[in-house]
């Protein structure tokens, strides 16, 4: 498994092969460790053209798919100035980013608003993301200054659900099920239902569940595909968990954002605004289209037992309300309370306004006046 500690051998090789990977001085390079064919790969692709125009090429980006550094990498190479932007999986650092994972780990939150959030939970879940932590979490900038990066963006991907080597659809198939989790909210669900959590990057998926070392991948559909792991799954149970995955999209080295002038630092902004949107757009859109040709191809698509319903709203009402005691023990975190009651009237507000927005466009011009607008470039991340 790649580790932070691989961070000191990345800066060796970096360090050898700088001139290979940056063209010149106003070239910014973005690390995304995912494959070149994800959503999040083509929106930062988009943010790269999005930049170029807006400055007229006097700043541009060149984006590394799962090259220049891992996932696991990715935070603390950028804190050292490996890459210029790169996202960032803040639940990959628990101790690092506390105040951005109780936001991000209590997304399970969707199953409960007033206004079912279907079709629209990742752009919503992200937009309320980016949105709180600009504008509400001093706390959260806090954290990332720390760790020599600014925020600009989050992608968001749908509900997750359970891909799996067997059938694993009610609490009897669940006991036991060795189960690939992304965050401690999910390992909180697998234990609650009887399985057994399984820590790993996304990284190492493929191999785990291809050798039969997991049963079941707790992910989005769409990053099943993304990953190339569709050959191995067999089955995909929707209805449970839930919840979504927030990346931190477009993080930005301190130093980088500094030396950017501040019409500079509003383009990229505008970037951030068009990539995010594409990203949590195509997941939330082509997980139907998905579903169907995974169908095709013998995958057998179910629905969780109504049980494994039941047991999951269950646990999220308890979670939702020990995570403030918890991660003020664990973290220090003081105002967790707050913050989510506050999160959740954002997150409500953002379920109506995603529903307007059709487009990449639509919804990129909705974060820019409700989120990006507000920013003040002279202020964020100096």
Not at 342 to 353: A, C, H, P
Request: glycine share 8%.
């Amino acid at each position: 498994m790649k580790t932070i500690q691989g961070i000191g051998l990345a800066a060796g090789l970096a360090a050898l092969t700088m001139t290979a990977t940056t063209a010149s001085a106003d070239q910014l390079r973005f690390a995304i460790g995912h494959p070149p064919a994800s959503f999040l790969v083509k929106a930062g692709e988009t943010m790269a053209k999005t930049m170029a125009a807006e400055t007229g090429d006097a700043v541009t980006i060149k984006v590394f798919p799962m090259s220049l550094l891992s996932m696991a990498e990715t935070s603390g190479g950028l804190r050292d100035g490996l890459a210029d932007i790169g996202t960032v999986m803040s639940t990959y650092f628990p101790a690092e980013f506390p105040h951005t994972n109780l936001l991000l780990e209590a997304s399970m939150m969707l199953s409960t608003l007033p206004e079912d959030p279907t079709g629209v939970e990742a752009q919503a879940y992200s937009a309320a993301m980016a949105e709180y932590i600009l504008t509400k979490c001093p706390e959260c900038n806090a954290e990332f200054a720390k760790q020599n990066q600014v925020y600009t963006a989050a992608a968001g991907t749908p509900g997750y659900a359970l891909n799996c080597t067997k059938p694993v659809v009610t609490m009897d198939d669940l006991k036991g099920a060795r189960l690939r989790i992304g965050g401690a909210n999910w390992a909180g669900w697998s234990e609650a239902v009887g399985a057994a959590p399984v820590t790993m990057s996304g990284n190492e998926m493929l191999e785990a569940l291809s050798q039969g070392v997991l049963d079941c991948i707790i992910l989005s559909v769409p990053d099943v595909q993304n990953f190339g792991m569709g050959e191995s799954v067999k089955h995909i149970t929707m209805g449970a968990p839930g919840g979504v995955y927030v990346a931190s999209m477009a993080q930005v080295n301190r130093d980088t954002w500094q030396d950017l002038s501040p019409e500079a630092r509003t383009a990229l902004l505008k970037a951030a605004a068009l990539g995010s949107a594409e990203a949590s757009l195509a997941y939330e859109n082509n997980q139907a289209d998905i579903l169907e040709k995974v169908k095709a191809k013998g995958v057998q698509v179910h629905q969780a037992d109504p049980a494994v319903v039941e047991a999951t709203r269950s646990f999220v009402d308890g979670y939702l309300k020990a995570m403030p005691a918890a991660y003020q023990q664990r973290y220090g975190v003081t105002r967790g309370e707050e913050m989510l009651s506050d999160f959740r009237e954002t997150l409500i507000k953002w379920v109506g306004l995603a529903r307007t927005a059709k487009t990449r466009e639509d919804l990129a011009r909705l974060y820019w006046d409700e989120i990006y607008s507000k920013v003040d470039v002279n202020t964020h991340g100096m």
